[in-house]
């Protein structure tokens, strides 16, 4: 059974910095499409963040280039996404996420929401000025 649980939300002042992880269970973590994705009140989840960890290759947003980090720790089977600079439009609950498609797809799928095959509870960020 796969399990994916986040930890690490909080609140911080605007310009701050979270670390969230997700631990990952069930599933081959070495060669995984993963990916954070983030939702606000009234809006549509978006993706982050995503990685292959088999080559480490990596994508971000438009929105979050430049202050979000998304990185892997192979041997506890981890998602991280380092939060820095954060601004007053970051706030929402984060997910992480897994994808199940093969490495050559993950680049074009991680962003998907409806690409996603299982999901965590989600850890909550808030960003007070």
């Known amino acids: 059974q796969v399990q994916l649980v986040e930890s690490g939300g909080g609140s911080v002042q605007t310009g701050g910095s979270l670390r969230l992880s997700c631990a990952v269970s069930?599933?081959?973590?070495?060669?995984?499409?993963l990916a954070w994705f983030r939702q606000a009140p009234g809006k549509e989840r978006e993706g982050v963040a995503g990685i292959y960890t088999r080559d480490g290759n990596t994508w971000y947003a438009d929105s979050v280039k430049g202050r979000f980090t998304i990185s892997q720790d192979n041997a506890k089977n981890t998602l991280s996404l380092q939060l820095n600079s954060l601004k007053p439009e970051d706030p929402a609950m984060y997910y992480c996420?897994?994808?199940?498609?093969?490495?050559?797809?993950?680049?074009?799928?991680?962003?998907?929401?409806?690409?996603?095959?299982?999901w965590g509870q989600g850890t909550q960020v808030t960003v007070s000025s």
């Open positions: 069930g599933y081959t973590y070495s060669t995984a499409c």
């Open positions: 996420a897994v994808i199940q498609r093969p490495a050559a797809a993950c680049g074009g799928s991680w962003y998907r929401a409806d690409k996603s095959d299982y």
